[in-house]
């Protein structure tokens, strides 16, 4: 059984930095598709960063893009979500996605698709 486990999020400042995990217990194949997605009260849920753990291929959205960097550690089974200089806008909650079917790390994102397996969310609010 697919689970993945977030953890990390929490209340920063403006500018300030935060880093998410997210650790996927159950798959057995090491060629999968993770993703963060963000869901912000009264918005859609949306993908900010998504990684293939085969090739370390990336995508960021437009607005995490050079300043979130999503990274994998295979041997735990581990994706991490470096966010810095963060803003009010970033604030939600984050769930972490995998999707076991082949695609790309960009179609995953931009599908935010419900059929994938998904964490419980973390929540991450950017206030001064």
């Known amino acids: 059984q697919v689970q993945l486990v977030e953890s990390g999020g929490g209340s920063v400042q403006p500018g300030g930095s935060l880093r998410l995990s997210c650790v996927v217990h159950?798959?057995?194949?090491?060629?999968?598709?993770v993703g963060w997605f963000r869901q912000a009260p009264g918005k859609e849920r949306e993908g900010v960063s998504c990684?293939?753990?085969?090739?370390?291929?990336?995508y960021y959205s437009d607005s995490a893009r050079g300043r979130f960097a999503i990274s994998r550690d295979s041997a735990k089974n581990e994706v991490y979500l470096q966010m810095n200089r963060l803003k009010p806008d970033d604030a939600g909650d984050y769930y972490c996605?995998?999707?076991?079917?082949?695609?790309?790390?960009?179609?995953?994102?931009?599908?935010?698709?419900?059929?994938?397996?998904w964490g419980q969310g973390t929540p991450v609010t950017v206030s001064s």
């Open positions: 996605a995998a999707d076991l079917v082949d695609t790309t790390p960009w179609d995953m994102c931009r599908d935010n698709n419900p059929y994938y397996f």
């Open positions: 159950g798959v057995t194949s090491s060629h999968y598709y």
């Open positions: 990684i293939s753990t085969r090739d370390g291929s990336t």
